[in-house]
């Protein structure tokens, strides 16, 4: 395990050389070829303003993890604790996003050849964006639980979104990098709401 800080912020990654032998899982998607990764809490690692306690940023409740920051904090996120640098990958995920957050990075893929990020995903006024400006899904995706799907294929540089099972979205990657899954709440550098939250359950990671 490696243990990084950088002072704004505090998270641990799970090498992929620590997880059970993939060949012994079972319970591939016959659809897609892909299995799903065991989880444990081990793999879940809170990254969270430095000098707030945890509890007035983060529940976690009937399986919802629940985070909120105001646009004066310092980052903070759910690290999906668990590196890979080859290979596809899938990242699974429901969201609800409360009316009223904007300007909101909600999930990542952190790691990158060049810059800090493979992809990210923000909510602007109800609208999904790549970034900020390219958009996603312009559904009005507040107020209500939606399934978000990234597949990374990292041997073919390219990344896909899906949204509740249709694809929405798909661009290349920004080269290899020390990769891992985030989802949480981060605010975008301009246009941010003073208050965002982001709710997540059932997070689940597949490999082919
Ligand atoms: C994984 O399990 C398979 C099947 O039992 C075995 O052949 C293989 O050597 C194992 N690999 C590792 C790295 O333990
Ligand atoms: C958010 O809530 C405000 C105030 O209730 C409402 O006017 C607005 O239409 C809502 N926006 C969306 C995208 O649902
Ligand atoms: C990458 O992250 C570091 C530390 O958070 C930050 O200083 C830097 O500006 C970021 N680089 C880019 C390209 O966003
Ligand atoms: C931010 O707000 C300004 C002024 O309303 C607008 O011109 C700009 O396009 C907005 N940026 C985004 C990313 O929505």
């Known amino acids: 395990m490696m243990n990084l800080s950088n002072g704004y912020s505090l998270y641990l990654i799970v090498l992929v050389s620590s997880l059970p032998n993939?060949?012994?899982?079972?319970?591939?998607?016959?659809?897609?070829?892909?299995?799903?990764?065991?989880?444990?809490?081990?793999?879940?690692?809170?990254?969270?303003?430095?000098?707030?306690?945890?509890?007035?940023?983060?529940?976690?409740?009937?399986?919802?993890?629940?985070?909120?920051v105001y646009a004066d904090d310092k980052p903070h996120a759910l690290v999906q604790g668990l590196d890979y640098c080859s290979g596809a990958w899938k990242f699974e995920g429901n969201v609800f996003v409360p009316n009223g957050t904007s300007g909101a990075t909600i999930v990542q893929i952190h790691g990158a050849a060049h810059g800090n990020t493979t992809m990210l995903l923000r909510i602007y006024n109800g609208e999904m964006r790549y970034y900020t400006y390219e958009l996603v899904d312009a559904t009005n995706l507040y107020d209500k639980w939606c399934r978000v799907n990234l597949i990374h294929n990292v041997d073919g540089g390219l990344v896909t979104v899906f949204i509740d099972g249709v694809q929405k979205f798909e661009t290349h990657d920004h080269g290899p990098g020390d990769l891992y899954f985030k989802c949480g709440v981060y605010g975008a550098p301009s246009n941010i709401s003073y208050y965002m939250e982001s709710r997540w359950k059932d997070i689940k990671i597949y490999k082919k």
């Open 22 to 68: 993939l060949s012994l899982l079972s319970g591939a998607d016959p659809t897609d070829g892909f299995t799903e990764i065991p989880l444990t809490e081990a793999n879940f690692l809170l990254q969270k303003p430095y000098d707030i306690p945890l509890e007035e940023r983060y529940s976690y409740e009937n399986g919802v993890h629940k985070m909120w």
